[in-house]
């Protein structure tokens, strides 16, 4: 009886559920601190975007369980609302997710989104990687991990998920690579149009710096290989053409609504992101939140995002596996034109170097503040583009150490099963060593928290019902904005933004259409905010007393409640010498405004 045949070996599938395991690993571990008191903690670096994600899955829930236009709300800025769209809404995945984020809240959803973000961009990027690039799964493997947890991912997880949430680009670039493919153009164009539209959803400034690099990538594809490119150029625009309709079919009116609907904006006011480019030193600095890394490199060179950060190991090994890879392998040679055309992009206006900012000119001095979709980036985003180029080179680096990134040596004569000499073998141990070494350092350590005190129990409790009819607002006081109120953002949020209210964290148009951080301040808004700073009550006139009445009825307030806080004592009494005696109700200060406004 013959043997029954043999089943085909399952160590690529066994290699893929460890490989993602580990990422699920890591993302839990990136925000352990979160989860030792999950609704309580928000970033210690950047509490307010913190805060102002954790609005936004509330927003997608308030949005689909009453459902409202999510590219608008007036929950927030009342009575002139919010243009989601002209701001990092992350509509693709709060929407989504809006059924879960009632049943768990926004806190919860959105620990548990970020640690899900970083291991499926890992994840993305090594199935990528090993179905594309790399024929060794642990070169895939550590492609993956770069690509997901590299020290400039990890820094935007300090309240900036967006940036975090790359799942797709992956996706996108490989599809992009196989446009050219013939009698595969309508596929291939379909699904990159749906990837770019839903990206567009997650982050369109990510989606710009992809296709920068995808720009760079075929422009040098083209250059090395230009019979091939024109073997496949037919194919490949009919599938951009087939994908780039699509997508704008899909996202035409979020776009349009983006820039012409309510509150909008046209670039930022003084274009106040254009002079954040990257320190030299940076590249060869470890970052923040790596094992490696501590809080003093914020005074020197931390001026800016920490979004290069490799640590001077890596920059090493990365510049000689350029040299050893780049005569004999096309990728190689391509990843070497993204990595020094965007490391001198991210530079910015000025070359600045160990956080002194030379008088040489850096690239974007010559690009005008004003140029379109350019005018609101910032330059050292641009190295995030590096950043993609490092992990790929690190694949093929690992790939060639194994043998498999080239076609397998013959067997010696000898009969030895391993086809590298011992030489081969110790230098491959040698690589292998060399590059562990780079990344050990490079770890993630669990992101700072900090303690934030829950809202007052008469706002989660809904003590403020009886205060707040239809169509009027809650004023929290300090009112919401991006220096000031944080606590009182959050009232929104942990109460599914049952009620509107004034201010707040976003971008939206000053009084000549440019976009400002947060709503125009108001007299009293001001009044409140320089109070804090002084920790005292200014004198007050009876102007005082009118412009916060004029103030109270543009924000069709009803009613005002002051809650635990630092200033509580100067702020009750700056509130009542302009609205007069207050009524303790429950663990707040009340002016019931209602009949005055």
């Given at each position: 009886?013959?043997?029954?045949?043999?089943?085909?070996?399952?160590?690529?599938?066994?290699?893929?559920?460890?490989?993602?395991?580990?990422?699920?690993?890591?993302?839990?571990?990136?925000?352990?601190?979160?989860?030792?008191?999950?609704?309580?903690?928000?970033?210690?670096?950047?509490?307010?975007?913190?805060?102002?994600?954790?609005?936004?899955?509330?927003?997608?829930?308030?949005?689909?369980?009453?459902?409202?236009?999510?590219?608008?709300?007036?929950?927030?800025?009342?009575?002139?609302?919010?243009?989601?769209?002209?701001?990092?809404?992350?509509?693709?995945?709060?929407?989504?997710?809006?059924?879960?984020?009632?049943?768990?809240?926004?806190?919860?959803?959105?620990?548990?989104?970020?640690?899900?973000?970083?291991?499926?961009?890992?994840?993305?990027?090594?199935?990528?990687?090993?179905?594309?690039?790399?024929?060794?799964?642990?070169?895939?493997?550590?492609?993956?991990?770069?690509?997901?947890?590299?020290?400039?991912?990890?820094?935007?997880?300090?309240?900036?998920?967006?940036?975090?949430?790359?799942?797709?680009?992956?996706?996108?670039?490989?599809?992009?690579?196989?446009?050219?493919?013939?009698?595969?153009?309508?596929?291939?164009?379909?699904?990159?149009g749906l990837l770019v539209a839903y990206q567009i959803f997650i982050n369109e400034e990510m989606l710009l710096l992809t296709a920068l690099a995808c720009l760079v990538v075929v422009a040098a594809y083209v250059v090395q290989r230009p019979r091939a490119a024109r073997e496949r150029a037919g194919a490949f625009l009919a599938a951009v053409g087939v994908g780039g309709g699509l997508a704008l079919l899909l996202t035409a009116y979020p776009i349009?609504?983006?820039?012409?609907?309510?509150?909008?904006?046209?670039?930022?006011?003084?274009?106040?992101?254009?002079?954040?480019?990257?320190?030299?030193?940076?590249?060869?600095?470890?970052?923040?939140?790596?094992?490696?890394?501590?809080?003093?490199?914020?005074?020197?060179?931390?001026?800016?995002?920490?979004?290069?950060?490799?640590?001077?190991?890596?920059?090493?090994?990365?510049?000689?596996?350029?040299?050893?890879?780049?005569?004999?392998?096309?990728?190689?040679?391509?990843?070497?034109?993204?990595?020094?055309?965007?490391?001198?992009?991210?530079?910015?206006?000025?070359?600045?170097?160990?956080?002194?900012?030379?008088?040489?000119?850096?690239?974007?001095?010559?690009?005008?503040?004003?140029?379109?979709?350019?005018?609101?980036?910032?330059?050292?985003?641009?190295?995030?583009?590096?950043?993609?180029?490092?992990?790929?080179?690190?694949?093929?680096?690992?790939?060639?150490?194994?043998?498999?990134?080239?076609?397998?040596?013959?067997?010696?004569?000898?009969?030895?099963?391993?086809?590298?000499?011992?030489?081969?073998?110790?230098?491959?141990?040698?690589?292998?060593?060399?590059?562990?070494?780079?990344?050990?350092?490079?770890?993630?350590?669990?992101l700072p928290a900090q303690r934030i005190d829950p809202p007052p129990h008469f706002i989660t409790a809904g003590g403020w019902r009886p205060y707040v009819p239809d169509g009027r607002t809650l004023v929290p006081v300090p009112i919401p904005s991006n220096v000031h109120g944080l606590p009182t953002l959050r009232w929104s949020a942990l109460t599914r933004q049952e009620f509107p209210i004034p201010g707040g964290y976003f971008i939206g148009p000053?009084?000549?259409?440019?976009?400002?951080?947060?709503?125009?301040?108001?007299?009293?808004?001001?009044?409140?905010?320089?109070?804090?700073?002084?920790?005292?009550?200014?004198?007050?006139?009876?102007?005082?007393?009118?412009?916060?009445?004029?103030?109270?009825?543009?924000?069709?307030?009803?009613?005002?409640?002051?809650?635990?806080?630092?200033?509580?004592?100067?702020?009750?009494?700056?509130?009542?010498?302009?609205?007069?005696?207050?009524?303790?109700?429950?663990?707040?200060?009340?002016?019931?405004?209602?009949?005055?406004?």
């Amino acid at each position: 009886m013959a043997a029954p045949p043999r089943r085909p070996r399952r160590r690529p599938a066994r290699a893929d559920v460890l490989a993602i395991g580990a990422y699920a690993v890591l993302g839990v571990l990136v925000c352990l601190n979160y989860w030792g008191d999950v609704q309580h903690r928000v970033s210690s670096h950047l509490p307010t975007d913190h805060s102002w994600f954790e609005w936004l899955f509330a927003h997608g829930a308030y949005s689909l369980r009453h459902l409202e236009n999510p590219l608008f709300t007036a929950r927030q800025n009342a009575p002139d609302g919010v243009n989601m769209m002209a701001n990092t809404s992350l509509l693709g995945v709060t929407l989504p997710l809006a059924p879960l984020t009632l049943l768990l809240g926004p806190q919860v959803m959105y620990a548990l989104y970020l640690g899900a973000a970083l291991s499926a961009t890992a994840a993305t990027s090594y199935w990528v990687l090993s179905r594309h690039l790399v024929r060794s799964r642990g070169a895939a493997f550590v492609g993956g991990a770069f690509l997901g947890f590299a020290p400039g991912i990890v820094h935007h997880a300090n309240g900036q998920p967006n940036f975090v949430s790359n799942f797709l680009l992956p996706l996108i670039v490989a599809r992009v690579l196989r446009l050219g493919e013939p009698g595969r153009w309508r596929c291939n164009g379909i699904a990159l149009g749906l990837l770019v539209a839903y990206q567009i959803f997650i982050n369109e400034e990510m989606l710009l710096l992809t296709a920068l690099a995808c720009l760079v990538v075929v422009a040098a594809y083209v250059v090395q290989r230009p019979r091939a490119a024109r073997e496949r150029a037919g194919a490949f625009l009919a599938a951009v053409g087939v994908g780039g309709g699509l997508a704008l079919l899909l996202t035409a009116y979020p776009i349009w609504f983006q820039f012409n609907g309510p509150q909008s904006y046209r670039g930022l006011q003084g274009g106040v992101f254009h002079d954040w480019g990257e320190d030299l030193m940076a590249f060869v600095t470890f970052a923040r939140d790596t094992v490696a890394g501590d809080e003093a490199v914020e005074k020197t060179i931390g001026l800016t995002e920490q979004n290069t950060w490799f640590g001077w190991p890596l920059v090493l090994v990365a510049l000689v596996a350029l040299v050893l890879l780049v005569r004999r392998s096309l990728p190689a040679r391509i990843v070497a034109v993204l990595v020094v055309l965007f490391s001198v992009a991210a530079i910015g206006p000025k070359v600045r170097f160990d956080g002194v900012e030379t008088a040489v000119d850096g690239p974007w001095a010559y690009v005008p503040d004003d140029l379109p979709l350019v005018e609101m980036m910032m330059p050292t985003r641009l190295s995030l583009v590096v950043v993609a180029a490092v992990g790929v080179l690190l694949a093929l680096a690992w790939d060639a150490l194994s043998g498999r990134g080239r076609p397998p040596v013959p067997a010696q004569r000898t009969g030895s099963s391993d086809p590298a000499p011992p030489r081969r073998r110790w230098l491959r141990l040698v690589g292998y060593a060399a590059i562990v070494a780079a990344l050990l350092p490079l770890l993630p350590r669990p992101l700072p928290a900090q303690r934030i005190d829950p809202p007052p129990h008469f706002i989660t409790a809904g003590g403020w019902r009886p205060y707040v009819p239809d169509g009027r607002t809650l004023v929290p006081v300090p009112i919401p904005s991006n220096v000031h109120g944080l606590p009182t953002l959050r009232w929104s949020a942990l109460t599914r933004q049952e009620f509107p209210i004034p201010g707040g964290y976003f971008i939206g148009p000053n009084e000549v259409g440019e976009g400002v951080f947060g709503a125009p301040n108001r007299p009293t808004s001001t009044l409140i905010y320089s109070t804090m700073d002084a920790d005292r009550v200014p004198p007050l006139t009876d102007e005082n007393r009118r412009q916060a009445l004029d103030d109270l009825r543009f924000w069709k307030a009803s009613v005002v409640v002051l809650g635990a806080n630092p200033r509580e004592g100067v702020l009750r009494e700056l509130m009542t010498q302009l609205l007069g005696p207050p009524q303790r109700v429950d663990d707040v200060w009340v002016w019931d405004v209602r009949d005055r406004v």
